[in-house]
């Protein structure tokens, strides 16, 4: 458009220079004859079509003119449309000297935008709020939303996000004095079971896996609540309420000791899962990111998977209730803006065989 502007406005100036030495009786002639030009062409064209080019200069030829006369003028456009004209195209001048040139929030670093999908490919259970709080947890500030974005534009699909409900607001809310418990079992190459025995904090997210066995008997139990009243004690817990389900294996004993340490007893519900969802979705997690790729051998070798599952969960991996911080682990603050950053050096530790990912930067 500026090209074919300026040949137009040169054209226009080479014909008024034509114009200067002409009397006003030769100019009134063509005057006369460009206006009965005119009037054929309204008769035979509808509604002429004006490139923006063509705006932009009967705008600036015929500005000048009083309003009064440019009325009287014979032109193929009303004079309201001539003069409309010139104010959008004083508004189009200010706002491309006064307004930015850019809008909105700058654009993600190729760097980061690698290792969003670095993480994403080489973790194909992560969502979007996943990777988001690893790159959190390594310093990186960036919104979760630019994450969704990168993973959808590279045909990644994010993990949807999961709504709260009344009685996990209610947990929320009473964090601080609630723990959880629950066994769950697995099974060996050789097809032997075993039950694994394991405690959530609800204020810290904080896991402790206090023991695994194949024969869970009520003086096994037993000791596994002494260890947990020390544990607690140690740690400074003053948490109030241990959240149970109905197994035969919590027995009056176990409740005994409990009850001495200051911890009352809350069964959940039959049937009624949300009223141990922490502890449910630990377990879930668990399977899900462990046992289920795990080939486990017998009890020795599954206790070392589960401590090293347990420092795991508690020294590195983010929560979302915790803002992308870890129960052991605050939340390191940003090394630099994300605008700032061009190179990043990333470190990845392995555990148990790969199982686990730690990103960290290189010291």
């Known amino acids: 458009m500026l090209l074919r502007l300026a040949c137009l406005a040169a054209t226009d100036t080479l014909a008024l220079l034509r114009l200067l030495p002409m009397s006003d009786r030769n100019k009134d002639i063509e005057i006369l004859a460009l206006r009965h030009q005119l009037r054929v062409l309204q008769r035979q064209v509808g509604k002429p079509a004006f490139t923006d080019t063509d705006r932009a200069i009967l705008a600036g030829l015929l500005h000048h003119l009083p309003k009064d006369k440019l009325r009287r003028l014979l032109l193929l456009v009303r004079p309201d449309t001539v003069l409309r004209w010139h104010r959008d195209l004083l508004k189009r001048r200010h706002v491309a000297t006064c307004m930015p040139k850019r809008r909105g929030r700058p654009p993600t670093v190729r760097s980061v935008r690698a290792l969003v999908l670095r993480l994403a490919r080489e973790n194909s259970s992560w969502g979007y709020r996943r990777i988001h709080g690893e790159l959190a947890a390594m310093g990186i500030k960036v919104a979760a939303s630019t994450v969704w974005e990168i993973l959808e534009e590279h045909g990644i699909p994010p993990a949807p996000e999961r709504r709260s409900t009344t009685w996990a607001d209610f947990l929320r809310s009473q964090g601080g004095a609630l723990l959880a418990c629950d066994f769950f079992e ?51 817990n003053k948490a109030r309420f241990l959240i149970r389900d109905r197994d035969s294996k919590f027995t009056a004993a176990f409740g005994a000791v ?70 052991l682990r605050p939340l390191p603050k940003p090394s630099t803006e994300p605008g700032q950053i061009r190179h990043l050096e990333i470190h990845r530790r392995d555990r148990l065989g790969g199982t686990f990912h730690e990103y960290q930067h290189v010291a």
């Open 186 to 236: 697995t099974r060996t190459l050789t097809g032997a079971r075993l039950y694994v025995f394991a405690v959530i904090e609800h204020s810290t997210r904080r896991v402790r896996i206090l023991g695994a066995t194949a024969h869970p008997t009520a003086d096994w139990v037993v000791q596994l609540g002494r260890n947990l009243v020390m544990d607690l004690q140690e740690a400074g």
């Open 258 to 327: 409990l009850a001495d340490a200051g911890l009352e007893i809350v069964r959940s519900g039959v049937r009624m899962p949300r009223m141990d969802s922490l502890m449910e979705r630990w377990i879930q997690s668990c399977r899900r990111e462990l046992l289920d790729r795990t080939l486990i051998w017998g009890q020795r070798h599954l206790l070392h998977t589960l401590r090293e599952c347990e420092s795991f969960y508690n020294g590195h991996r983010p929560h979302r209730a915790l803002g992308q911080a870890a129960p």
